[in-house]
């Protein structure tokens, strides 16, 4: 399976900026996605990103908050935007193999906002 | 509105007996399925699928048995190990190339030595 990285791995913000998080895949996929998951919950997804064209967002996630970019078939960043303590999660950022018919995560980037 | 639902946030099991993860889902379009173990400060891993037209897939120590009559599916782990703790996902899209995985709330599974 393909291996996926992010950074930062963690990071502490305080209240009213933004942190751009970074996803990297060592082969080419079509099918990148960016899921949360806040504490105690199980995990939810964010929006599709597929290089070329806007990212698809899920219900209650907009653009504005959670901008994301796709220049490759290998990368992908996702920015939290104006954070506020509520966005305080877990986000990682998963591939849909081409050809298979699973997703694979990274390793997630926990974040914590003051 | 929780459309997979694991209803045991924790299970004990002894090492060397069967553990028996369950998931129920409300979706009736859900038509893959799959389970994920979680370590701490660690991405989900995959573990085992299964599609809607099969009831049981198998994959060394995991078997996961899906009953769509019931929108039930569970995963058997025999023999369970120590390294086998850890929190256990099950997940299910509404087409074979689940583009959208539903996730449940997650079972912490702790194998006693």
């Known amino acids: 399976s393909a291996v996926i990285s992010q950074k930062p791995s963690r990071d502490i913000c305080q209240r009213g900026t933004s942190l751009t998080i970074q996803c990297q895949v060592d082969?080419?996929?079509?099918?990148m996605f960016w899921y949360r998951q806040q504490p105690g919950q199980s995990l939810t997804l964010i929006a599709t990103?597929?290089?070329?064209?806007?990212?698809?967002?899920e219900s209650g996630f907009v653009i504005d908050k959670f901008p994301i970019s796709r220049p490759n078939l290998t990368f992908s960043t996702l920015t939290v935007s104006n954070m506020s303590p509520e966005d305080s999660s877990i986000y990682l950022c998963?591939?849909?193999?081409?050809?298979?018919?699973?997703?694979?995560f990274g390793p997630g980037t926990r974040l914590t906002v003051l | 509105d929780q459309q997979v639902k694991q209803n045991s946030p924790s299970l004990s099991v002894q090492e060397g007996r069967i553990s028996i993860l369950n998931c129920d889902y409300t979706?009736?379009?859900?038509?893959?399925f799959l389970w994920y173990k979680k370590y701490p400060a660690e991405g989900p891993t995959f573990l085992i699928s299964?599609?809607?037209?099969?009831d049981k897939n198998e994959d060394g120590r995991f078997t996961v048995f899906l009953n769509k009559s019931a929108k039930h599916l569970s995963l058997h782990i025999v023999p369970s190990q120590p390294g086998d703790s850890a929190v256990y996902f099950c997940?299910?899209?509404?087409?074979?190339?689940?583009?959208?995985?539903?996730f449940g709330t997650g079972t912490r599974l702790t194998i006693i030595p």
């Open positions: 998963s591939v849909e193999e081409n050809g298979r018919d699973t997703q694979y």
């Open positions: 990103a597929n290089q070329g064209s806007e990212a698809t967002y």
């Open positions: 082969s080419q996929v079509t099918m």
């Open positions: 997940a299910a899209s509404e087409t074979f190339g689940n583009e959208k995985l539903t």
């Open positions: 299964i599609s809607s037209i099969k």
């Open positions: 979706n009736s379009m859900f038509d893959y």
